[in-house]
């Protein structure tokens, strides 16, 4: 193993400045051909594979005369894709431009000033990686991340980054935005499932939140390497906001990616296996990925909403019966992240292990 974080000098890594000078992918991000992905840009359907992703607008959902509409968009776009896009949603735009900056800030940082957060332990609360880091020896993904813990506010800020010096109070107001808009989209999604509102509320308010702010530099050779590999997130929801496109969602029914459409303002939601496992199969965690272009840097800051770390969840016992046989096994968040240090995450899906085979 080479250049292992928290063993490596300040000299073996590569910032986000210095990869945007190269000519060409070192090998070391080069995919085999059958993992590359296909840049659909180039595809004269482009447009209209895009388009049929679903765009959910939430004023009507405060109106009791049109919740109903609502929650059967919701229905549909979980069934269908579980995955959309929402606008609307009550987070202001200046706030999304506060912590988006914010974050570009942290990223631009010299690197020395970022290193002393690097680490491959998946629990803890405060993590930095950068492009140099590698998942278990084999491929290594176009991105710079910085992941922290973030409910409740007051245990974690203090271990956020102190640099840029807005980072926290920015951060903080996003975090909390993101915990309150998260609880509201449970609330609707159970709604639609059939179940309580008001499901789990407990649970839910004093569950886990991790923000995962990904920085994807500008890419030489884009169709060779990928931002992020396939995955589906392990919590309830994310909530994600994209600076431009990239974002590549599985549509399994056809077996092909397509393409998230950027839309100004709006934020992107994903069920995760919790959901999955929740709904007892109902809805499906959304299969993603992150393709890199030759043009501009990426920002992206996913809000992961899960239990608690020791909490387990299993399948609503409302929507277990005879004919919808129990089809998961109980799991925790502690469960995924012992799962994702023992594993390669290109190999196996956490869900994957939780699935019960019923005759
Ligand atoms: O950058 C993106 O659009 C996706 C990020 C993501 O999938 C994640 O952080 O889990
Ligand atoms: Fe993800």
């Known amino acids: 193993m080479t250049g292992v974080p928290g063993s490596s000098t300040a000299a073996s890594f590569t910032t986000a400045m210095s990869l945007k000078k190269m000519a060409k992918v070192p090998e070391r991000f080069v995919l085999p051909p059958s993992h590359r992905p296909l840049i659909y840009k180039h595809l004269h359907n482009y447009h209209s594979t895009t388009s049929s992703l679903p765009v959910i607008d939430l004023v009507p959902i405060h109106d009791p005369s049109l919740r109903s509409r609502v929650i059967e968009d919701i229905c549909n776009a979980c069934k269908e894709f579980g995955f959309f896009q929402v606008i609307n949603h009550g987070v202001s735009p200046s706030l999304m431009k506060d912590v988006v900056q914010a974050c570009l800030e942290f990223f631009n940082l010299p690197i020395e000033e970022k290193l002393h957060l690097v680490s491959e332990d998946v629990n803890k609360p405060v993590r930095y990686g950068t492009s140099l880091n ?147 199969g109902v809805y499906k965690s959304v299969v993603h990925r992150v393709v890199v272009n030759a043009e501009m840097e990426r920002l992206s800051i996913a809000s992961l909403h899960s239990l608690a770390l020791e909490k387990y969840i299993g399948p609503a016992a409302e929507l277990v019966n005879e004919q919808n046989p129990k089809a998961y096994k109980e799991s925790s968040f502690k469960d995924f992240l012992d799962h994702i240090g023992k594993n390669d995450i290109m190999q196996q899906r956490f869900i994957d292990t939780l699935k019960i085979d019923n005759p």
Request: hydrophobic share 35%.
């Open 134 to 280: 590698h998942v278990k020896d084999t491929i290594h993904f176009w991105r710079d991340f910085l992941k922290h813990y973030s409910n409740p506010l007051s245990k974690w800020i203090h271990s956020w980054p102190s640099n840029p010096p807005s980072y926290k109070e920015k951060m903080g107001y996003y975090a909390k935005a993101m915990h309150l808009l998260h609880i509201e989209l449970l609330e609707a999604i159970f709604e639609s499932l059939g179940l309580d509102p008001k499901y789990m509320r407990r649970e839910i308010e004093d569950g886990s939140q991790v923000m995962a702010v990904n920085c994807y530099p500008a890419c030489p050779e884009p169709e060779k390497a990928l931002g992020m590999p396939p995955h589906s997130d392990y919590g309830c929801i994310t909530i994600l906001l994209q600076t431009c496109e990239g974002l590549e969602v599985k549509l399994d029914k056809e077996d092909k990616w397509v393409p998230v459409p950027m839309i100004e303002g709006a934020l992107l939601v994903h069920l995760g296996d919790h959901m999955e496992i929740l709904s007892n």
